[in-house]
């Protein structure tokens, strides 16, 4: 009964948050502080229940079960948390009115499917490869906002090119800021990705016993674009569309190595 409750209560409160940032963007007049204020209130209670609920899931007496719906679930909860968190500094709260709809259906699913007992084979991983997993899914929780960051600010070129910077990006703010945010979303996603992937070569012992070889050879792959995407902002200022595109194809990588790897493992072949 208590994870039903804490996984429907996170995720009404996920949804309602999202309407209210919705409402507040749809608004032309008058003073919105109210109401952000207040959807990232209940952004914040819903990340303490879905804390709960996870922390319930994930951590056993034999170590950690990071499942295909658990651990999808644990980088939905790491894209709302940091959304709250970086919202209180700065101007990207209307990130969680596409994000956090997704975050609540991920509650859900790993509600319905944990109470089937799906994830009753979860790994018990031992506590190096316990640091390993960790440091990636915030890697990827991080760097997925990052991503949905690319694109919004995508769109946002586009509309100033066309001449029409309208509607919904008088709420975003100005492109040079939008750029800034991002890329220091990316540097610290790069950062946790790398202890990632040193803790990965440290603890796992036989990739390809494991069946990690495809996972990591993603990864590395993902690595390098984030590695090339920084060294070209430092050496050539590279920005706009190229940021983009960089930062898009490198969440993919990492998205195929992760996600995919688990899916055809776990849910696919019943490893």
């Given amino acids: ?29 008058g003073d919105t502080d109210h109401s952000k204020r207040l959807a990232l209130a209940l952004a914040a209670l819903a990340v303490a229940l879905h804390a ?45 009115i596409g994000l ?13 499917y944990t109470q089937r007992g799906s994830e009753a084979t ?18 990827y929780g991080l760097l997925a906002l990052a991503a949905t960051q690319a694109l919004l600010l995508a769109l946002q070129n586009a509309r100033l090119h066309a001449h029409h910077p309208g509607g919904f990006l008088r709420a975003l703010p ?35 016993a494991q069946h990690l070889v495809h996972k990591t050879t ?10 090339a995407l920084l060294v070209g902002r430092v050496l050539r200022g590279w920005r706009g569309r190229q940021a983009v595109r960089w930062t898009l194809t490198g969440i993919v990588l990492l998205i195929l190595a992760y996600f995919g790897s688990k899916l055809v493992l776990e849910l696919l072949l019943g490893r």
């Fill in 1 to 29: 009964m208590l994870p039903a409750i804490l996984g429907l209560g996170s995720a009404g409160l996920y949804a309602t948050s999202a309407g209210l940032l919705f409402y507040r963007l749809q608004r032309r007049d």
């Fill in 52 to 96: 709960w609920l996870l922390a319930s899931d994930i951590f056993h007496v034999g170590g950690l079960d990071l499942g295909f719906f658990n651990a999808l679930s644990l980088v939905g909860w790491l894209v709302a948390g940091m959304l709250v968190v970086l919202a209180l500094r700065q101007p990207v709260e209307n990130l969680g």
């Fill in 100 to 112: 956090l709809p997704l975050v609540a259906l991920g509650v859900i699913v790993e509600l319905l």
């Fill in 122 to 139: 979860g790994s018990q991983l031992e506590l190096g490869v316990q640091m390993h997993a960790l440091f990636s899914i915030t890697a």
């Fill in 174 to 208: 100005s492109l040079a800021l939008m750029e800034t945010l991002l890329f220091r979303m990316i540097g610290a996603g790069f950062i946790l990705l790398s202890l990632s992937l040193l803790t990965g070569f440290i603890f796992v012992d036989d990739l390809f």
């Fill in 218 to 227: 993603l990864s590395l792959a993902g690595w390098g674009v984030f590695a």
